[in-house]
């Protein structure tokens, strides 16, 4: 049977795979696991719950509150805010849990739900499929003053930007920033925040209506902000992803700047300060090989960890790094976050440009990206992908003539039931070619 929740919580189309049922049984079994400490100790839990803007988080919400209510678990609903906003507020106001409601990036039709731990934590693995086994269990219902009780708290986003301000290591001001919104839960926090820090903001995608989020707008539509910045003449972009948990930049010129030099932008300057801690950087098995390249020549250490920002984040919390994150834009900064934050990933981003006085441009130019080729390959069996012997001796083969140059990645994918060919070299052409053969390879040997 496959498992309820996913790499990121539970998350399909609104109405169809997420129903006000599912969200109301889902919060009720995660009172009852995620609220047992508190009632071992006799109190009441305490959850927070936010959501991102599309038109189903509310009835979502609503349901979730409902459900955590009817389970004996006191509420504050902090509206519509970020999702590491809720990760620091279930942390800051001592709550047992949180919950968010949000499909991230994906179209407004999905959305989907997702459960932090006291402190702010992503849930491990065996915590998920204990709240997914108590999902049809009966229960015991609380009456009387044992039912929880729904407090509508809207001081939630002062106390995150007050978190933000105190995070950021010096003022931006002089920095003229387009901020990116994508309609989402950021629309409202990330144009506060930087304005606040001292720079002269310029809104786009921050108009959020319930259907709007992610449409054309934020890091997976950065058309938009690449036009506005030139136009503008801006400093830099920054862009947002629905729920606000990556970030994405844009320079000067228009030229996109990922997640792989963000972080090493902020690894550098970590290490500059001294808050770099063992001088390593956490990165996934996807990042490019420039960023390896660039930490290597700075005598910084990459910890690879396989693809998801969940397994960054177990990396870092297991040997105390600081700094870890993806391609895509997820960067966690651990002494101040416990999960990927897109406002301050882009507030630190900000800061180095106005400490150096240099262009992002110029900063961003400390890595080479190689160019990086991604082919699906579907219909295969991916389980061989690590065993077949004639992949493997095409994939050395190909490593082989690469000579350093370059590198092969097979991997299977965890979501979907093909196998990803990512190659990178020296040239568009040569990574093409190497990814093509190797697909090839992958059909013949691994089809069905």
């Not at 054309?216 to 539509?221: D, E, I, N, V």
């Not at 895509?328 to 440009?353: F, K, N, P, Y």
Request: with cysteine.
């Amino acid at each position: 049977m496959a498992r309820l929740f996913g790499t990121d919580g539970v998350r399909g189309l609104a109405n169809k795979d997420i129903t006000a049922e599912l969200a109301l049984g889902l919060s009720v079994a995660a009172a009852h696991v995620l609220g047992e400490p508190a009632r071992a100790a006799g109190r009441k839990p305490k959850a927070v719950v936010g959501r991102d803007p599309r038109a189903s988080g509310e009835f979502l919400s609503a349901a979730v509150v409902a459900g955590l209510a009817s389970a004996g678990v006191d509420v504050n609903d902090v509206g519509v805010l970020p999702t590491p906003a809720v990760a620091f507020l279930t942390a800051d106001m001592d709550a047992h849990f949180g919950v968010m409601l949000s499909a991230s990036h994906n179209a407004m039709p999905d959305n989907g739900i997702k459960f932090f731990a006291a402190g702010g934590h992503k849930l491990p693995d065996a915590v998920e499929d204990d709240i997914a086994e108590r999902l049809h269990q009966e229960w015991t219902r609380p009456i009387g003053a044992e039912v929880g009780r729904v407090h509508t708290n809207r001081a939630g986003q002062a106390r995150y930007v007050a978190h933000l301000l105190a995070a950021v290591p010096n003022r931006l001001d002089g920095l003229t920033i387009v901020i990116d919104g994508a309609h989402g839960a950021a629309s409202a926090v990330s144009p506060e925040v930087f304005r606040l820090a001292g720079a002269d903001v310029i809104e786009i995608g921050t108009a959020p209506d319930g259907l709007n989020i992610n449409d054309g707008y934020g890091s997976t539509h950065l058309e938009h902000l690449q036009a506005v910045v030139v136009d503008r003449k801006a400093d830099l972009g920054i862009a947002h992803d629905g729920d606000a948990d990556r970030c994405l930049a844009v320079d000067h010129t228009g030229t996109v700047v990922d997640g792989d030099q963000i972080m090493a932008i902020l690894a550098l300057a970590m290490q500059q300060r001294g808050t770099l801690k063992a001088d390593t950087l956490v990165a996934t098995v996807m990042s490019n090989l420039g960023l390896l390249q660039a930490m290597d020549r700075a005598g910084i250490t990459v910890v690879k960890t396989g693809v998801g920002d969940r397994y960054v984040l177990e990396a870092m919390r297991e040997n105390d790094f600081s700094l870890g994150g993806e391609q895509s834009g997820h960067v966690i900064l651990l002494d101040h976050g416990t999960t990927g934050d897109g406002v301050l990933t882009g507030l630190m981003l900000a800061a180095r440009v106005a400490e150096t006085g240099k262009p992002l441009a110029e900063l961003a130019s400390v890595m080479t990206r190689l160019p990086q080729v991604l082919i699906n390959v579907k219909g295969v069996d991916a389980s061989r992908v690590d065993t077949d012997p004639r992949l493997q001796s095409a994939v050395a083969d190909e490593e082989s003539a690469l000579a350093g140059s370059g590198r092969v990645l097979l991997r299977k994918s965890g979501t979907e039931p093909l196998v990803r060919v990512m190659v990178e070299a020296a040239t568009p052409a040569a990574a093409q070619a190497v990814a093509e053969r190797l697909a090839g390879v992958v059909k013949e040997s691994l089809g069905r």
